[in-house]
């Protein structure tokens, strides 16, 4: 009788060691959270960051299972999380952690979030940006626009090509020759004299 077969490839542990619901996928984090008493998880999102995708799962967390026995990874942040959703809804859920995700980004001061204050290149090139509205004191996630990233523009690509080529055309520079043809040194003595 033939067992069940297992795969011989071991599975690369991709989960953070340090933050709950987030793993690495594709150099980015992405954080889910399963709903209580059920076998369905809210997909939360894909951050820069892992602490972006941590404060995500935080208050995802806090929505779904309330403050009491929850196991937060920024226990220390509750008070400064968004207003917590009225309804369970996924969609709800997500644009929580969406803006908590963004203001993470903004307390750590991370050159690649706060500087675009972007929440990450999604598949099509475009960058999901989130807007917040901070006037009244209540952060709320009020937009999500989508707006195309021109690469090529970006690393000036034609140019980098061409200075690519130009630098194959020349020589490669000299060696000082003089010192080598100069008959009158002993090279030998200056090798191995302390």
């Not at 709800?92 to 001061?109: H, K, N, P």
């Not at 500087?115 to 290149?121: A, H, K, L, T, V």
């Not at 000036?156 to 000299?174: I, K, T, W, Y």
């Amino acid at each position: 009788m033939a067992g069940p077969s297992h795969s011989t490839k071991s599975r690369t542990n991709t989960k953070h060691t340090i933050y709950r619901g987030i793993r690495c996928r594709s150099g980015k984090w992405v954080s889910e959270v399963r709903e209580p008493r059920k076998t369905t998880r809210i997909w939360l999102g894909t951050y820069p960051t892992p602490e972006m995708a941590a404060a995500a799962y935080d208050v995802a967390s806090l929505a779904l299972k309330g403050s009491e026995n929850v196991v937060l990874n920024f226990p220390h942040h509750v008070n400064s999380y968004p207003k917590l959703p009225s309804s369970p809804s996924p969609v709800d859920i997500q644009r929580a952690a969406a803006t908590a995700a963004e203001m993470m980004a903004l307390q750590i001061g991370d050159d690649r979030s706060s500087g675009s204050r972007s929440g990450g290149f999604n598949e099509g090139g475009s960058v999901e940006s989130y807007s917040l509205d901070t006037l009244s004191g209540n952060t709320q996630m009020i937009t999500t626009e989508k707006e195309y990233v021109d690469e090529e523009a970006l690393f000036h690509f034609p140019s980098l090509l061409d200075n690519m080529a130009e630098a194959m055309m020349l020589s490669p520079p000299r060696i000082n020759s003089s010192s080598w043809e100069d008959p009158q040194g002993d090279y030998a003595e200056s090798l191995w004299s302390y």
